[in-house]
């Protein structure tokens, strides 16, 4: 039995919710980072197929990235007929990098790669508003619940569609929507550093993900990760914890 949901299924909920969300507010379009990889392919697929793809702009935003990544993602926009926006995002990163490490003195791997999310957040942001659209994200149920994405980068968008699919919907859903299949059997790795995987991050597979946020089971070593992952990421899900003032100052002259 599998664990996953009907792709058809989750399909004509998704077209619909898309559809209502952006009626509702009545905004007209929507932009999104798109890196090659199956997440975002799909995402923008999606919104291409219920908004029409005149009103989806996907951003291209190298960062000292891997060319093939921008080859990936052009690929998907063809399919698709969405427009691209290249914002070149490598000069501002190194101007970045440079003035943070001279500000403290050193910048370790993890923090200078997360630079990189940021940076494209920033843009993203710039291009909807300048547009009159919103900016929508790709992250998944696996990430999201791991905290596998970066707090006021990736995660810094306006809407969510996928966040609560898991890896294999997601790649029964491209494959429904007809991702090309070359992007849905990448690798998936965020491409903040050569070599960098996923799964070689996180430590686990996306398959052991899965099956624990479908019914909780896992071996020992996986469960005890997961759930201190789980954990610790809590504060990336939720907004900024506010002071709150109690009910003996209210209305006191400060």
């Known amino acids: 039995m599998s664990i996953y949901r009907d792709p058809k299924k989750i399909y004509n909920y998704l077209e619909k919710w898309i559809i209502n969300y952006f009626s509702s507010f ?14 975002s392919s799909l995402l923008a697929g999606l919104l291409a197929q219920t908004l029409g793809p005149e ?12 060319p093939v990544d921008e080859q990936y993602a052009l690929l998907v926009a063809q399919k698709f007929k969405f427009k691209t926006k290249k914002v070149d995002l490598s000069k501002s990163y190194d101007e970045m990098f440079t003035v943070v490490k001279k500000a403290i003195g050193r910048i370790d791997n993890l923090p200078a790669a997360n630079i ?7 843009a993203l ?11 929508c994200g790709a992250t998944n149920k696996d990430e999201m619940m791991y905290g596998y994405f970066t707090k006021h980068g990736d995660s810094g968008v306006d809407v969510l569609p996928l966040a609560n699919l898991l890896k294999g919907e997601v790649k029964a859903l491209a494959t429904y929507i007809g991702v090309p299949q070359e992007l849905i059997e990448r690798v998936p790795t965020a491409g903040l550093w050569e070599g960098q995987t996923d799964e070689k991050e996180m430590g686990l597979t ?23 992952a789980i954990k610790n990421s809590k504060h990336k899900r939720n907004f900024p914890v506010i002071a709150e003032i109690p009910d003996e100052i209210n209305g006191m002259k400060i």
Do not use: W
């Not at 990189?116 to 920033?122: G, T, W």
């Not at 710039?126 to 900016?135: E, S, T």
């Not at 019914?215 to 020992?220: C, D, L, V």
């Open 55 to 66: 009103n989806i702009v996907g951003v291209i935003m190298p960062c000292h990235s891997n």
């Open 26 to 39: 009545q905004i007209k379009g929507a932009v999104l980072g798109i890196s090659g990889g199956v997440d």
């Open 125 to 135: 942001y710039a291009i909807a508003q300048q547009l009159g659209y919103i900016v």
């Open 206 to 228: 996306y398959k052991e993900l899965d099956n624990y946020l479908f019914n909780g089971e896992a071996s020992t070593r996986n469960k005890i990760k997961i759930e201190k």
């Open 116 to 122: 990189k999310p940021r940076l494209r957040m920033v």
